[in-house]
């Protein structure tokens, strides 16, 4: 099971560098699709398979709108691709970034965490199974300063 979940982690990190890279609208949305289903597998082999689910409905969903308003704006005869030496030095420069970053904070020592799948204490429900009101509840912030976010990103794009 580590192998998968560290496998999961490494095409989640491979699908945000094909974002990251940004060689064109085409490429950049199969590498979204990669991170979102690696993600949403990440979360799920941690036990919140609501927040997995939330992510790949709202954010493929979403986001994959935006990358087809952004290719008919483009429309580029001929595609800057991953192979290109511009894209490919890029690339190499933005996981060396990410490599040593994780490095320099000691995260590979600590990358199995036991306290997020079931509830500890007196608590004995999973913690998946409060899903939305869980979301509602302690979550209520972040989703005002994100839907303030979207917002603002809305008026953005339209100006």
């Known amino acids: 099971m580590m192998e998968f979940v560290l496998f999961l982690g490494v095409c989640f990190v491979l699908g945000g560098l094909a974002v990251a890279s940004n060689p ?27 927040v997995s689910l939330v992510l790949v409905m709202v954010y493929l969903g979403g986001m994959l709108v935006v990358f087809v308003y952004s290719v008919s704006l483009a429309a580029d005869p001929y595609p800057e691709a991953w192979t290109d030496w511009g894209v490919v030095g890029y690339g190499f420069g933005l996981g060396l970034v990410i490599v040593v970053g994780l490095v320099v904070m000691g995260v590979p020592g600590q990358l199995v965490d036991s306290g997020t799948v079931n509830s500890g204490g007196l608590l004995s ?12 509840s302690e979550g209520a912030g972040l989703l005002l300063i994100g839907g303030w976010g979207l917002l603002l990103t809305l008026f953005v794009v339209l100006e």
Do not use: K, M, T
Not at 24 to 50: E, N, Q, T
Not at 125 to 136: C, I, N
């Open 125 to 136: 429900v999973r913690s998946d199974f409060s899903g939305v009101a869980v979301l509602y």
């Open 24 to 50: 064109s609208p085409y490429y950049g949305a199969a590498g979204l699709v990669v991170a979102a289903i690696a993600g949403g597998g990440w979360l799920v082999s941690l036990g919140v398979s609501f």
